[in-house]
């Protein structure tokens, strides 16, 4: 009888045992595999899905299977805006509320804070494996370079920016371009590799090495395209030459009237007037339309094999028979840039044929002013031509294809979103550390087409240029400028300036913004410079 007893207590602790294995087993698959692609200084309008021309059959096809948000926000430049996806902090609570050089204060030290931690080092606790490919830009002392921020696999161009056909310098003044290799230096002499297609393949080939494990992962793809030198494959320019000759005006009236037939601007949304500084293309001779022509086209081919890369990626993940429990984030880091290079004496001056490794020159305002179609200003300014970008979300049977939402967003969502959907807290300490609370707010529910409690406000400040948005209300100025107050559900193209007719919301407002700013250290940038 004690024998009996004995072996059927066994039993059950065995059957429990393997109970709780399988229960082990079976959460890890649950949790998906999240992708987030990062493109670079790519316009509000750049995309197919968003209102271009520009050939991008991938990222339209996960537009049309999943989720466009149409008033996301970045932070208004490279590096502020990795902090905040990487970390779900404002900026100067992440240590870079500029650029990567140290400005002499906590938010504007160059680098990651000790008090953030990334997506990577907070999925890694809950199994995932993680990689990174492409632009990392958040830091160049060890403690914020990548495999030591929670990436298991990373390929990283730790500068703004690059030549696209090797690694020599495209400054004048001392920088070097910087590759890593899983945290080693490495040269990328061979022209013969679009730098465009090396993340893509570093991406793919991480993909394939993944252990035979259930455990899911996170890749991270940081294109560098489009930023600047505007390089591109020959056949890739061959698409677009001659496409652009009807000038920038039209092709803005053309993407606006998309934008609208697409449902990506409301009705009343107006176009707002082309820059300034911008010629009648009328009055151009047909020499300087060919040059202008060949500018955009090179553009227009760097997002073009940019859309390519994605598509391998997804091709490859289905291959691998992984695509069905994936969720894939889409979004670009700032509006279109303004950058003239050809006019700064610290950039290399190279002038052969455009679009080759010969050549370094970028876009300039006209074509930039189309990118960010139907908004003013550019990459750097917090009006909406320097902060909306594009945003898509694709998790197939969960996110309903051909959904939309005006739902205003941010950066600093994806963190709290990839905890989420991994079923991680975030923690009040990470190795020791205390870490500043979040900010972002997860969208997940917006993935189900629940209600989502939104951000009562959310703040930008960047060199000077500033602003805040509460509800449909947005306060913004540039540097020395006054404040500017628009409503944006009735004007999204910021042409209405309403400050003098509603003073007290102005006031109401800028308090809000200078507790922000106080609270994360915000530094007068006359000041810092």
Known sequence: MVKHKLRKILILTALVSLNKLSNAQQVIPDKPNIIVILADDMGFSDLGSFGSEINTPNLDKLAAEGLKM????????????????????????????????????????????????????????????TIVSGKWHVGQVESSLAHNRGFDKSFTMQNNGSSYFNSEPIYNDG????????????????TSRYLTQAITDFAIKSLDELPKDKNPFFLYVAYNAPHWPIQALPEDIAKYKGKYLEGWDALRNRRFRKQKSLGILGN??????????????????????????????IYAAMIDRMDYGIGEILARLKALKKDKNTVILFVSDNGGSADTVKDWDYVTQKNGRPGSVTSIDSYYPPWGNVSNTPFRLFKKNTHEGGIASPFIAWYPGIIKAGSASDHPGHLIDFMPTCLEL????????FKSKTLTPLEGKSLVNIFNNKPVQGHASLFWEHEGSRAIRKGDWKLVAEINQPWELYNLKSDRSEMKNLASQYPGKVKSLEKEFLIWAKKVGVVDWETIK
Request: charged residues 25%.
């Open 70 to 129: 149409t008033q996301f926000y970045n932070s208004g430049r490279c590096c502020p805006s990795r902090a905040a996806l990487l970390t779900g902090l404002y900026p100067h609570q992440a240590g870079i509320g500029d650029m990567i050089q140290d400005k002499g204060s906590p938010a504007y030290q160059g680098y990651l804070s000790e008090q953030s931690v990334t997506i990577a080092e907070l999925l890694k606790t809950a199994g995932y494996h």
């Open 175 to 190: 920088r070097k371009v910087t590759f890593l290799l899983n945290g080693k230096q490495i040269q990328r002499q061979d």
């Open 268 to 297: 009343e949304t107006e176009l707002s007037q082309r820059y300034a500084e911008v010629p009648d293309w009328n009055r151009l001779s047909d020499t300087d339309k060919e040059f202008w022509d060949t500018r955009m086209a």
């Open 422 to 429: 991994a079923g991680i807290p975030y923690p009040k300490k």
